[in-house]
């Protein structure tokens, strides 16, 4: 009986082994193919930017826009950037689209000062094979020459992971940025490990609390807890800090209380397409705060 019960267990292994091989091939081919895609989606013309308001908490007023990339892909629709950015940065297709995305950003938001609305500040992610790319501090030099626009009005968005890891080269890469006069960001933070003794080396403007902090406003108070560390650290730093992926009412409360200076999320507004954003550019003031 043990001898039959050992060699159900072995071929039950070698199934599940198979099954799951199966599996990973499946998962290695989908990926292959979304990059083929993604390789062309840029002569396509199948990617766009989308822009998502960051307000003052208490004026209410729009202190800059996030630009987030969408992929409309022929084949397979749309398809998340938590999907395909990871697979444009092991492909290191990540370096021509983020060029195109900067390139873009640019010339979008001198659009919309030259259509007369008051200047925004945009903010544009980078993700580690770009803020590691030997030309990339040119390559952004380049693109707001080119353009013309005022370096005040370009933020650049890096993670605090990406920031900590390799913290000294990080920190020569970040001050040749700041010398250019663009701002600085550290996104998703709380959610790596920060030596706080490099962080007051940063060169950075702006702190975003990552939006698994502020979802746990109202139902955790470990999470509560990390929201107000994290804001009282960004002004002992006199940094500005941002609360991420807020969408209620209550966790409004919550961080205004907390003297939070911006915030973005669902709650103000979704990313969106120029067009529907410059509805928000043509309000002056919104009438939650
Ligand atoms: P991120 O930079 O942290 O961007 C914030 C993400 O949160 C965006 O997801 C945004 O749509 C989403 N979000 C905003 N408000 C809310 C909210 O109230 N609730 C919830 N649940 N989510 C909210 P998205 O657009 O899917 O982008 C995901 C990530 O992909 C970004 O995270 C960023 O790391 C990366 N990404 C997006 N565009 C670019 C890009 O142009 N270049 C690079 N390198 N990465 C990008
Ligand atoms: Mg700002
Ligand atoms: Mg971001
Ligand atoms: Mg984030």
Not at 2 to 26: C, I, P, S, V
Not at 73 to 92: D, K, L, M, N, R
Not at 176 to 196: H, M, Q
Not at 247 to 272: A, H, M, V, W
Request: with cysteine.
């Amino acid at each position: 009986q043990a001898d039959t019960a050992m060699y159900y267990a072995k071929e039950l292994g070698r199934n599940n082994y198979q099954f799951f091989t199966r599996k990973l091939d499946d998962k290695i081919q989908e990926k292959l193919a979304l990059g083929n895609h993604l390789r062309r989606a840029l002569e396509r013309e199948e990617l766009s930017l989308h822009y998502q308001p960051q307000v003052d908490i208490r004026t209410g007023r729009i202190k800059g826009l996030e630009v987030l990339l969408r992929w409309n892909s022929s084949i397979q629709g749309s398809v998340s950037p938590a999907v395909f950015i990871p697979i444009a940065e092991e492909t290191g297709l990540i370096v021509p689209i983020g060029a195109w995305v900067l390139r873009c950003a640019c010339d979008q938001n001198l659009k919309w000062q030259e259509m007369g609305y008051p200047p925004q500040s945009i903010s544009v992610n980078i993700s580690a094979r770009q803020f590691r790319e030997p030309m990339f501090i040119e390559s952004i030099a380049e693109v707001l020459k080119e353009t013309g626009l005022d370096p005040q009005w370009l933020e650049i968005e890096i993670t605090e992971s990406i920031a900590m890891e390799n913290v000294e080269s990080s920190i020569k890469q970040l001050k040749r940025l700041k010398e250019l006069g663009v701002t600085i960001a550290i996104d998703d933070f709380g959610t790596g490990y920060s030596s706080l003794n490099y962080l007051r080396k940063l060169p950075i403007d702006t702190l975003k609390i990552d939006q698994s902090f502020v979802q746990d406003i109202g139902r955790d108070e470990n999470g509560e807890a990390i929201v107000i560390a994290i804001i009282q650290l960004a002004h002992n730093l006199h940094l500005t800090v941002i609360a991420e992926g807020v969408e209620t009412e209550g966790q409004l409360d919550f961080l205004k209380y907390k003297n939070c200076d911006e915030i973005q999320g669902y709650f103000y507004s979704k990313p969106r397409p120029p067009v529907e954003i410059e509805q928000y550019l043509k309000r002056e003031k919104v009438s939650f705060a």
